[in-house]
Antibody, heavy 121, light 105 residues
Framework: EVQLVESGGGLVQPGRSLKVSCAAS????????MAWVRQAPKKGLEWVAT????????YYPDSVKGRFTISRDNAKSGLYLQMNSLKSEDTATYYC??????????????WGQGTLVTVSS | DTVLTQSPALAVSPGERVTISCRTR??????MHWYQQKPGQQPKLLVY???NLASGVPARFSGSGSGTDFTFTIDPVETDDIATYSC????????FGAGTKLELK
């Protein structure tokens, strides 16, 4: 059974940093692209970052490019999101998601339960 | 960014057929996917690449479309289907629609 468990969310002040993590199990982690998707309170879903199987390629929307860094540790089946220069508009539940097909950047087949990040003074 | 426009909230009765639309201004080929999200839960993949049902998804769910116009259908609707449904395109980077909230009449 595929399991994705996020951790590391919490309350952080504007301008500060936070790193959230995702522990994956139930599949061969190194075979799949992974991503982070967020959802602000009462809002829709927003893609935040994607990383290739080896970690050599990363992709971001303009809203977080230069501030957020996605990374992975295939030996530990771990996915990470380093968030710097946080803004109030980054307040959201952050979901870890696995892509659908091995080696492809396609649809989000599995999702974790999410971790809440609140940016406030 | 490829903006996805979804139909607004819809009110339905059990047993009815409901169709949710998702439109884009530029073609995303067939790379449109649909998710269901219930309050307090993570999204769940229902349909991928326009019309393919995810594993374990009942056949009363379906998707269709191409290019810039896509639809998601539930027929017949059950009370357990009350949720928010979001479209997602992966043809031009990744973007989501704002979600369509399905409510009971």
């Amino acid at each position: 059974e595929v399991q994705l468990v996020e951790s590391g969310g919490g309350l952080v002040q504007p301008g500060r940093s936070l790193k959230v993590s995702c522990a994956a199990s139930g599949f061969t982690f190194s075979h799949y692209y992974m991503a982070w998707v967020r959802q602000a309170p009462k809002k829709g879903l927003e893609w935040v970052a994607t990383i290739s199987t080896s970690g050599s390629n990363t992709y971001y929307p303009d809203s977080v490019k230069g501030r957020f860094t996605i990374s992975r540790d295939n030996a530990k089946s771990g996915l990470y999101l380093q968030m710097n220069s946080l803004k109030s508009e980054d307040t959201a539940t952050y979901y870890c998601a696995r892509q659908g097909q091995p080696g492809y950047n396609d649809w989000f087949a599995y999702w974790g339960q999410g971790t809440l990040v609140t940016v406030s003074s | 960014d490829t903006v996805l426009t979804q139909s607004p909230a819809l009110a339905v009765s059990p047993g009815e057929r409901v169709t949710i639309s998702c439109r884009t201004r530029e073609s995303v080929n067939i790379l449109m996917h649909w998710y269901q999200q219930k309050p307090g839960q993570q999204p769940k993949l229902l349909v991928y690449k326009t019309s393919n049902l995810a594993s374990g998804v009942p056949a009363r769910f379906s998707g269709s479309g191409s290019g810039t116009d896509f639809t998601f259908t539930i027929d017949p609707v059950e009370t357990d289907d009350i949720a928010t449904y979001s479209c997602h395109q992966s043809g031009n980077s990744d973007t989501f629609g704002a979600g369509t909230k399905l409510e009971l009449k």
